[in-house]
Each structure stands twice: as structure tokens, then as C-alpha cells.
């Protein structure tokens, strides 16, 4: 290698002596020129033959990507180890699994929507506060992340409500990712998961909403469960409860010990009517819950910011 940079060099110097035929006599320059090609061609014949040497030689493969040298052990924080499915994920199947059991179809929400669906369509009152900027993000065009899944509602009523006029019923659940503008802390996060249940036919009760919500909950938490609910208000169903569950003895649950779980009701006539259903003869439940809360008791878990903060050892633990 050195000795082909010497090499060029000598081409560039003899590049000046050309340079220099200006500055001799007429008839001597010819002699000049002779000489300097002369030079030049052997140069470049030792530079051709010093390239092809250069190639010829065997040389190690260096890893310029590798944190460490040649032969030298890698270090314990660089060690590969196999993925895992994120703990948020892996409880969100099992949730859809346990109601794709009792026959309930899953649509995905949305990450961004608009004001008809987030807010219209649910019977939400032009002056009511979730619509303001302090409790709801929006962008710059006016889009909305939803704040809920209930903003699927109104797309899940429509898109089945055939299956009410061939004599059958609307059963969804809807997952996906929701965002609030809150501050963060221990039990609040401004980005979480969310879970809605649809579930609309001629016939369906408030105890067949109970019974369904109970038996979900004893499938997650594997235990038989008491069941509490009281009331509570949201503008998309009407009478509107809050659902409660007996704490469960994994988490060191005693008898009388209630957690509020989820919000739920009778789906809000003026719903089924924006989604061209028939009030009069059709009824409906809905209900929404996190997710992430769901995992933090499961796993008596104290801090939510775990989930969303990319922590591989928290990871790891799954």
C-alpha cells in the first residue's frame, strides 16, 4: 500500500515537469517530452502491477459494525437474546379470545378519527367539556385520537346491522390503542388500550350484559366472582352503570373487597337511530374498559408507565 502511494505521487511531480517545455529551447524540446513519457509510462506499468498485488492479497474481513475487535469477546450488554410478544399484546389476545368464545366477532379501532364519530354519533351534547382541547387531542386538520373506542360504535352498528333483519344480532368487541390528555403518573397514562363490547338484538337485557361481563372476568382471573355494578353516566347509554368486580384472591382480594372495572349500559336510542337502527325495535348493551389496568392487577403490577416505557427488563419478566 505504501509503496503504491509512493508511486502516485511520483506521477503527480512528473505531471509539474511538463509544465516546464515552455520554458526550454524549440530544439530541445522534443527530447524533453521523450524522456517524461518515457518516465510516465513506466510509472504507470509499476502502479498497475502494485494494484493488482494489492488485490491479489489475502486480506481479514473486519465487522466495521462490531462494538468489539477481531477475536475479542463481546460484551454481556450486547448479548442476543430471543423477542417477545409485548405482555400488552399478549393479554389483548386473550381478552378477544375469551369473547371470540362466546361468539363475538373483533374489528380493530382506529388511531385517528373525526369529530362525527368521536363525538356526534354518540349522542355527546355540543357543549359537553370531552370536546374541549384540555381533554381531548386533536391535530392540526382537526382529526381526533380517539380518546375511546367507543368511537367505533356508530362504524360497528352500521356495518352489521343486516345481520338484525336475517333475525340474528350485532356481537363485536373492538380493541385498540386510545389517548387522553392527562398527566402522568403511577395510575394514569396518556396513551393505554381500551377494549368496547357491541352487542344489539331484539331480545338482550341488561342481565344478559351482566351475565356476559361476569363470565368474561372469571375466565381472565380463572376464579369464580362476585359482581357489583352502580350507576354511573355517559351520554351513549342510558341507564349507564359501572361494573365492579370482587377483588380476586390472586391479588390478595377478601370477601367485600370491589374494583371498578369498566363503564356499561343500555346502548342510548339516539345511537341505534344514527345508525339507522330501530329503537323501538331493537335494544342494545355496550361497554368499554383498559386494558392495561386489567394486566396491572392480573400481575400486581404498580406502576403503569412500565408498559409504554420500553424497559427490557420489565419486558424480560414476560
Known amino acids: ?24 529551447a524549440p530544439e530541445k524540446r522534443g527530447e524533453f517530452g521523450r524522456e517524461l513519457n518515457a518516465k510516465k509510462v513506466a510509472i504507470l506499468e509499476k502502479i498497475k502491477k502494485a494494484e ?15 462494538p468489539v475487535g477481531v477475536n475479542e469477546k463481546l460484551p454481556e450488554v450486547y448479548s442476543v437474546f430471543q423477542g417477545t410478544k409485548h405482555p400488552l399484546m399478549t393479554e389483548l389476545d386473550k381478552v378477544t379470545g375469551i369473547y371470540q368464545s362466546m361468539g363475538f366477532d373483533v374489528v380493530e379501532s382506529r388511531q385517528l378519527d373525526d369529530e362525527y364519530h368521536m363525538f356526534d354519533s354518540l349522542n355527546f351534547a355540543k ?69 368496547e363490547g357491541v352487542y344489539v338484538s331484539k ?11 361476569r363470565e368474561f372476568f372469571e375466565k381472565y382471573y380463572e376464579q369464580k366472582l362476585n359482581i357489583r355494578t352502580q350507576p354511573g353516566y355517559f351520554p351513549f347509554t342510558e341507564p349507564s352503570l359501572e361494573f ?8 390478595g382480594g377478601k370477601k367485600g373487597d370491589f374494583l371498578e372495572m369498566l363503564g356499561c349500559g343500555m ?3 339516539n345511537v341505534l337511530k344514527m345508525a339507522g337502527i330501530d329503537p323501538e325495535e331493537y335494544h342494545g348493551f355496550a361497554w368499554g374498559g383498559g386494558i392495561d389496568r386489567l394486566v396491572m392487577l392480573k400481575y400486581g ?12 427488563n420489565f419486558l424480560k419478566e414476560f
Open 301 to 312: 403490577l404498580g406502576d403503569v408507565r412500565y408498559f409504554e416505557s420500553g424497559n427490557l
Open 203 to 213: 331480545t338482550c337485557t341488561m342481565g344478559d350484559m351482566l351475565g356476559i361481563l
Open 52 to 66: 493488482e498485488e494489492l488485490l491479489n492479497e489475502e486480506v481479514e474481513a473486519i465487522d466495521v459494525t462490531a
Open 244 to 251: 365492579l368486580i370482587e377483588k380476586p384472591k390472586t391479588l
Open 127 to 195: 357543549e359537553h367539556p370531552a370536546r374541549d382541547g384540555y381533554d381531548t387531542f386533536r391535530t392540526e386538520e382537526g382529526l381526533i385520537p380517539p380518546a375511546h373506542t367507543s368511537t367505533m360504535q356508530h362504524r360497528v352498528l352500521k356495518a352489521y346491522r343486516d345481520r338484525l333483519k336475517e333475525g340474528g344480532e350485532i356481537a363485536v368487541v373492538v380493541p385498540g390503542r386510545v389517548y387522553r390528555n392527562e398527566d402522568v403518573d403511577a395510575t394514569h397514562e396518556h396513551t393505554f388500550y381500551q377494549c
Open 267 to 269: 346502548i342510548h336510542p
Open 1 to 24: 500500500m505504501e509503496e503504491l502511494e509512493k508511486l502516485k505521487l511520483e506521477l503527480k511531480n512528473l505531471n509539474f515537469e511538463y509544465a516546464k517545455i515552455k520554458e526550454i
